[in-house]
Structure formats: C-alpha cells, structure tokens
C-alpha cells in the first residue's frame, strides 16, 4: 500500500475504461482540493405539517477541508428549513469524482505498468464508497471511493480483478493499490454497512 498524492486543483484525464496510458488521454476534468462540491441539488414538492404543499430545494455538499457533508433545505424564497452537518456519510460519486477518481488511478505507476503490460482490455470499474470507523484510514471527513482494476478476456464470461484500489477525494490520493476489501472494507464495519443500505 502507498500513496499517491496530486496536489492542488490538478487536472486529471479523464478514464471511462482505462485500456490505454494515461498520458494518452484526451479529455481532462479539475477536481479541487479546497473548493466545497456539489453532491445533489433537488428541488421537490411535498406536504407539510400542515397538509399543504410546499417547494423545497434540497442541496447536499461535500466540503474536503473541513471534511463535512452539510445538508440544507430551503424554501424557494430563501428560508433555511433545516441544515444538516455530518462527517461521516455515504453518499455516491458525482460524475466529475469518479472521473477523477479513475483518473488518479491510472495515473499510479504501479498500475499504469500493470495495464499496459496486460495482454487483454482493462478497465476500472466501481465507484463505491469506502467508511471506516474512527482510527481508520478513510474514516471520519474522507470521501473514499473503492475500485477494481479488471482484465477482460475474450470468450470468458467473468472479468479478471488485477486489483482492488481506493481513492480518497478529500486528498486526491491513491489511499491504496493493493487492497483486501474482506478485511478492510465496509463489511468489516456494521455501522457503515448499516448506514449504506439506508441511503
């Protein structure tokens, strides 16, 4: 395990499947270290206590210097009508996240060489966000998202994993190239196993 850190607003190529070096990537996406991150952002009617209709607009943020996901809902006039601060949530990635996230990847001289030493596509497929308790790396105020680095063989009809990774979105790290989910992962922690099957 090591990590690998990019510093600052990097730009990060993007990787829908990472079957080629990453310095041949066309496309790029800046994800910020310091700036706070738009999550959701839904607007709604629902009934209130009251039994009347009312327009809420619901925004979930995330912000990785604080390490805090904060929700709020407002009227559409402006009226906060509750705000919500967390440090640990699971919530999954936006689009921008996981494209940087699959980025910071292959950009890992460990698994660059190792996909392009590979005889056969290979791809990073996941995504799925890694809480553990307090203690922990990808505890408390992280954003961790958990990845498989896979080999697709023609005429099979499963995908080789090479490795199982985890990014953390907070720092812009590989937080792990080599990791073992069974021991390490969510299922190793009930109350984020509890938390993710609510959401």
């Known amino acids: 395990?090591?990590?690998?850190?990019?510093t600052g607003a990097v730009a990060l190529a993007a990787f829908g499947v990472a079957a080629v070096?990453?310095?041949?990537?066309?496309?790029?996406?800046?994800?910020?270290r310091t700036a706070t991150r738009v999550l959701s952002d839904i607007t709604d009617t629902v009934k209130d206590d009251d039994g009347q209709h009312v327009t809420l607009h619901t925004v979930l943020t995330y912000d990785p210097v604080a390490g805090e996901y904060v929700r709020?809902?407002?009227?559409?006039d402006g009226r906060v009508r509750e705000r919500n601060v967390q440090t640990a949530h699971i919530f999954r990635p936006t689009r921008e996240e996981d494209q940087?996230?699959?980025a910071i990847v292959a950009l890992d001289p460990?698994?660059?060489?190792m996909m392009s030493r590979s005889a056969y596509p290979v791809e990073i497929s996941g995504g799925f966000q890694l809480l553990r308790e307090e203690g922990h790396g990808c505890g408390t105020g992280?954003?961790?998202?958990?990845?498989?680095?896979?080999?697709t063989v023609p005429g099979e009809n499963f995908a080789r994993r090479m490795r199982y990774v985890v990014v953390d979105l907070r720092t812009l790290e590989l937080f792990s190239n080599d990791f073992?989910?069974?021991?390490?992962?969510n299922l190793a922690n009930p109350a984020a196993r509890a938390q993710s099957r609510s959401n």
């Not at 998202?145 to 080999?151: G, H, I």
């Not at 073992?180 to 992962?185: F, I, V």
């Open 1 to 6: 395990m090591f990590r690998t850190a990019l």
């Open 21 to 32: 070096a990453p310095a041949s990537a066309q496309s790029a996406v800046t994800l910020s």
């Open 72 to 76: 709020t809902v407002t009227t559409l």
């Open 100 to 102: 940087a996230a699959r």
């Open 110 to 113: 460990e698994i660059a060489a």
């Open 142 to 151: 992280s954003r961790c998202l958990q990845y498989e680095v896979m080999q």
């Open 180 to 185: 073992d989910p069974a021991t390490e992962g």
